[in-house]
């Protein structure tokens, strides 16, 4: 069973920056589609972005793009979702998930794996 560990996340201020990592220990994510998902309280969980196994493909949620990137470092087995001018509405708990597949797509029925999340807050 894949493991999944995510990291980075933390209270950061309106317009800030903050980098969140997923890897996994023993198992490489290179031929991973992965997945970055977040839930509010009281919300339902969304898909924020994803990036293909292997390749660069990827997608974004509306309420992201321009905002959020997603990059594979195969080097260090981790994909990283950069949060580039965080908003108050991107408080979330952050999720990565992986399946081993092509294709990504930012639908959580489409992700078998699930790391424990990580909490990210934006307020001043």
């Known amino acids: 069973q894949l493991q999944l560990v995510e990291s980075g996340g933390g209270l950061v201020q309106p317009g800030g920056s903050l980098r969140l990592s997923c890897t996994a220990a023993d198992t490489s994510l290179d031929y991973y589609a992965i997945g970055w998902f977040r839930q509010a309280p009281g919300k339902e969980r969304e898909g924020v972005a994803c990036?293909?196994?292997?390749?660069?493909?990827?997608e974004y949620a509306d309420s992201v793009k321009g905002r959020f990137t997603i990059h594979r470092d195969s080097g260090a087995n981790r994909v990283h979702l950069w949060m580039n001018i965080v908003k108050p509405e991107d408080t979330a708990v952050y999720y990565c998930?992986?399946?081993?597949?092509?294709?990504?797509?930012?639908?959580?029925?489409?992700?078998?794996?699930w790391g424990q999340g990580t909490q990210v807050t934006v307020s001043s």
């Open positions: 998930a992986a399946e081993r597949q092509a294709i990504c797509v930012t639908r959580a029925w489409a992700y078998d794996a």
């Open positions: 990036i293909s196994g292997p390749g660069t493909s990827t």
